[in-house]
């Protein structure tokens, strides 16, 4: 008799677990954070509108995470260590394994150098630049002599000369970038195209339209999904 009892609860107990509802994994999209990086003399207030637009799209308010920082210091030795450590935080507070990174400007340059010569090629999953000097840019040379950033965005600087030796788009991670033919403060425009990331002109945008146009902002979602 008991045995009996035994068997109707276990088939009981596997009939339940046939009808209980299957649950989704959780998506990549909204598991990892994204880190936004402005570029020289900004803030993290630039990426008010992008955000909201994600965040109208759906993506949790808590994925969102924007780096402030003294765009007049160094980018490697000063800089990239303190985006580390910013990482690091953001990885403890969420919980997560890897960030995202949108840069704009400058800060793409930091950003490529934590990942290049950090410890982001383990934790950086998606790298996008908007409108970066990533070969540097000649209007570096009009602030270059007061101001380091100014100078790691000249072009043949340490900074940019060691980013681009060898592989510019080293690891797993992917790189992404956004140029403008109408940028009138990236010159070279094509400054900002790598070797091994995809490249993508955006329309008719000046520097800082990279930041609010909706064609971009829609097409920096689709990468960070």
Not at 24 to 50: C, K, Q
Not at 66 to 77: G, K, V
């Amino acid at each position: 008799m008991r045995q009996t009892a035994l068997a109707a609860a276990s088939a009981l107990v596997a009939t339940l677990a046939l009808c209980a509802p299957a649950v989704a994994a959780p998506t990549t999209s909204t598991e990892t954070p994204v880190i936004f990086v402005h570029g020289r003399n900004s803030d993290a207030g630039v990426w008010t509108t992008m955000i909201s637009r994600f965040e109208s799209a759906g993506d949790p308010k808590s994925r969102f995470f924007a780096w402030d920082y003294d765009t007049s210091l160094s980018t490697n030795e000063v800089l990239s260590a303190q985006l580390a450590d910013y990482v690091s935080r953001v990885l403890d507070e969420t919980g997560a394994k890897q960030v995202d990174i949108v840069a704009h400007s400058l800060g793409s340059l930091p950003s490529r150098w934590y990942i290049k010569f950090g410890r982001g090629g383990t934790t950086v999953r998606n790298w996008v630049s908007l409108a970066g000097p990533n070969h540097g840019t000649s209007l570096g040379y009009l602030c270059a002599l007061w101001d380091q950033g100014c100078r790691d965005m000249t072009p043949g600087s340490y900074v940019v000369q060691h980013l681009d030796e060898a592989d510019p788009t080293p690891g797993s991670t992917r790189y992404t970038t956004f140029h403008s033919g109408c940028d009138e403060q990236i010159s070279p425009t094509t400054s900002t195209m790598l070797d091994g990331a995809a490249n993508l002109e955006a329309s008719c945008l000046k520097h800082n339209a990279l930041l609010t146009d909706p064609a971009v902002a829609d097409q920096v979602h689709t990468v960070l999904k």
